[in-house]
């Protein structure tokens, strides 16, 4: 309320907020200190930083070595960093020739610079569904070789980041549009369907995914007729796919009973039949409100990629592992671990950043 009996540079001046509600101190009132639990939890935060950060930048960057061998980081008492830059290009590549690795950082560089495209919504057009197309066909085509002026390389020699990304991106690609058939599926009016996809679904979800790995390395080869043979890779990647779209297929089937029964009415009444009223009115809806828990499913696809070490594939993790299995190199796992964690932390927040930016363009969240 504005005093009548004050002038009007005093009315303005009231109107102004105080000093210790706006920039830094405001902020930090606000966010920090707005409470006895926010201020002692502030506190306690501030307090192991103070006693752990001071050592840790003394290990990690003054005492660090970084371009040596390993002589030198014994004689350190810092990080030894040089696993990492000396064993870079094992790391990233694994196995792939190693005068061919252009081949699978330009792969790489493609694959980056279609995300940088795809992060701005401006974007989503169809332009940019046709790089998508061409530019997964020419990372394939790097990657793979066999056409003029690149020497085949096999997808058994695949590995590192360029793997860990195939498996990811292939998982996620091929797992989402199988989840919505199983989301539709599971709430068909026609029983065969509906049975078969509640049994899918609630089978795959009740296995571990380091089981069917196990059974796409060992179990599927058996089953194939003789002479037929499929690679590990694209076994784990179907793998992959089917343990990633049960779940999928639970988000999915949880946006579509948020619907409400007058979306169908109108649709029906409008005379669309059931493909259309899904495509044009119920899908869109369903699959915009499920966006946070789906993201976050495709972030633990990604993660999951790390459990190929277990039936041998050549992944990021594999190829970490097989330098620390150096003794050269075994005394520094903390240094290769962290590179690692790295790695993982920024491909998976710069997915949930963007599945929020996206929500929030979208209008269905914060």
Known sequence: MINPDLTKIEQIESLKPPVSNIGIIGWVKKNLFNGIFNSILTITVLFTLWKILPSFIQWAFIDSVWFTGPEACKAGNGACWSIVTENIRFILFGFYPYELQWRPGTAIAIFLILIAFTWNRKNWKKPLGYAWIFGGISILVLMNGGVPGLVPVKISKW????????????????????????????????????VLSTIYIEFIRGVPLITL???????FPLFMPEGVTISAVIRALLALIMFTSAYIAEVVRGGLQGMSNGQYEAAYSMGLNY???????????????????????????????????????????????????????????????????LIYFVACFAMTEYSRKLARELGSGK
Not at 169 to 183: M, Q
């Open 159 to 194: 590995g590192g980041l360029p793997l860990t990304f195939f498996l990811a991106a292939g998982s996620i690609v091929g797992a989402y549009p199988i989840g919505v058939l199983l989301a539709l599926g599971r709430r068909s009016k026609m029983p065969i369907i509906r």
């Open 213 to 219: 790995l196990f059974m796409s390395a060992m179990m």
């Open 275 to 341: 493909y259309q009223t899904m495509r044009l009115i119920i899908l869109p809806q369903a699959l915009k409100i499920v966006i946070p828990p789906t993201v976050s499913i495709l972030v633990v696809a990604f993660k999951d990629t790390s459990l190929l070490v277990i039936i041998a594939l050549y992944d990021l993790l594999k190829t970490t592992e097989s330098v620390l299995a150096n003794p050269d190199w075994m005394a520094y796992s903390k240094e290769a671990y962290v590179f690692l964690s």
